[in-house]
């Protein structure tokens, strides 16, 4: 495990639940948890490369523009759910729900250009985003191989 980062395994093995720090440190911290989850579930090689890139561009997202402090947690919890990988974030940033950004072409190169929003939006199905009593969540899906488009 690695400093800042409370690690909670659930007791079923196919989900792990991350509480990050969102400090300078937490993309590391988050893609390295997706790589383990990945690795201890013998998951393809080239969907956990994808998962821990999507997951890198979540927390990436998170830690420059949700206004968190360093200290702020941002839950992640990781599972295998059927054929598919389940990935929810929570965390107390301002609202953001990915599904009502525009298309990475509407946005200014200056401002990052979205490019991590249209690689979240190619690898992974953006299931739902809530925000409740001030904590933002957001799940998405992986389809594992062998999986059927769609979910």
């Given at each position: 495990?690695?400093?800042?980062?409370?690690?909670?395994?659930?007791?079923?093995?196919?989900?792990?639940?991350?509480?990050?720090?969102?400090?300078p440190d937490a993309v590391l911290l988050a893609a390295?948890?997706?790589?383990?989850?990945?690795?201890?579930r013998a998951i393809d090689a080239g969907v956990a490369a994808r998962l821990a890139i999507v997951v890198e561009e979540l927390v990436a997202n998170l830690v420059e523009h949700a206004g968190l402090p360093a200290a702020a947690p941002i839950m992640l919890d990781l599972a295998v759910d059927g054929r598919q990988i389940r990935i929810t974030l929570e965390d107390g940033g301002v609202p953001f729900d990915p599904r009502a950004a525009p298309p990475p072409a509407a946005l200014p190169p200056e401002k990052g250009g979205g490019a991590g929003l249209a690689?979240?939006?190619?690898?992974a199905r953006?299931?739902?985003?809530?925000?409740?009593?001030?904590?933002?969540?957001?799940?998405?899906?992986?389809?594992?191989?062998?999986?059927?488009a769609g979910g």
């Open positions: 495990m690695m400093a800042g980062n409370r690690s909670d395994k659930r007791s079923d093995r196919g989900s792990a639940r991350h509480s990050i720090a969102a400090g390295t948890a997706a790589r383990e989850f990945a690795v201890a690689i979240i939006r190619a690898w953006i299931e739902r985003y809530d925000r409740v009593g001030g904590t933002n969540r957001l799940v998405l899906t992986m389809a594992l191989p062998g999986a059927r």
